[in-house]
């Protein structure tokens, strides 16, 4: 009897201390089935930190390289509006002769179906452009008129013939070392002076045809002329003989129209010099030779040797 009193209480006092050590297991969660708090913690910290757990990089004051590479932007992505979408971009690629040869012709014959404003209903036919796409200077002039609207042609009537005289009294041709293009491809009825509209219409296709043409040097003729490229209500007598910059990029130099210069008036002699001076500059800055007047004094441009 003794014995079995003893091995019943040995029992029991090992039941009690198997219960409370299960009773502790099971409170530190290292045995039994896990609570629910427990494992959904457990998940938390092992598949999903918090964002804090990673520092984010501190913005340094000078160029870092970033830890991910950027991609690179879409060749085709173009930042300026363009008459046509065409990849590669323009403006983003360097244009060679085949791409000159090839697009100028195709933007010309888009400009001739173009009813973008109410000039399509008016004008003869549009007016593209002269000279050479591959040359380094660039004039752009206001807009056609009569003459430039019979022969599709920029710059052809007594204005046009000044400015081929202006351009030989540089020392240049005509025909070989520039561009002419207007910012307007329709003329105005009675030449009168673009409406903003009409502007905004055409700045496109000027835009992709500077992109394809890519001219060292930009001279802009005249106040609608340069107000169109700067996007600047300044007129041009504050502003000729200034170097700016087209896009911020090509250089541009404002001058006085043709037009203006064979309007008489009491500053035309003054103006004609002031012209002179403007183009001797564009040819300093592409380092061509500056060709002397025949004559001592300032004469206009038409006087200079041609």
């Known amino acids: 009897m003794a014995e079995a009193e003893e091995l019943r209480g040995e029992l029991a006092e090992l039941a009690a201390a198997l219960r409370a050590y299960l009773e502790q297991q099971q409170a530190s969660g290292a045995t039994g089935i896990p609570r629910t ?32 590479p950027s991609p690179a932007p879409s060749p085709t992505a173009s930042p300026t509006p363009r008459a046509t979408a065409k990849p590669p971009s323009a403006a983003t690629a360097t244009p060679t002769a085949t791409d000159r ?66 351009i030989q009294a540089m020392g240049l041709s005509p025909e070989r070392d520039v561009y002419i293009v207007n910012i307007l491809r329709c003329r105005p009825p009675g030449n009168r002076k673009p409406e903003p509209d009409e502007v905004s219409a055409c700045m496109p296709y000027l835009q992709e045809q500077l992109d394809l043409v890519k001219p060292k040097v930009i001279i802009a003729l005249g106040g609608t002329a340069v107000g169109s490229l700067l996007g600047t209500t300044l007129g ?71």
């Open 37 to 68: 708090p427990r494992a959904s913690g457990a998940r938390a910290a092992t598949a999903s930190p918090a964002p804090s757990a990673t520092p984010r990089p501190t913005p340094s004051p000078g160029p870092t390289p970033s830890p991910v």
């Open 101 to 166: 040869a090839v697009r100028l012709p195709q933007l010309a014959r888009e400009i001739a179906g173009c009813t973008r404003c109410g000039l399509s209903k008016t004008r003869t036919q549009t007016v593209f452009a002269r000279g050479n796409p591959d040359a380094s200077i660039c004039f752009i002039g206001e807009a056609p008129g009569a003459d430039e609207d019979a022969q599709g042609v920029p710059f052809v009537g007594r204005a046009g013939q000044l400015l081929d005289r202006m």
């Open 236 to 306: 041009i007598t504050k502003l000729r003989g200034q170097w700016k910059l087209y896009r911020g990029t090509t250089l541009l130099m404002p001058t006085f129209h043709p037009s203006y210069l064979l309007r008489p008036s009491p500053q035309q002699a003054e103006a004609k010099k002031q012209a002179w001076e403007d183009l001797q500059a564009v040819l300093r800055e592409l380092g061509l030779p500056v060709p002397v007047a025949k004559k001592r004094g300032d004469p206009g441009p038409e006087e200079k040797p041609s």
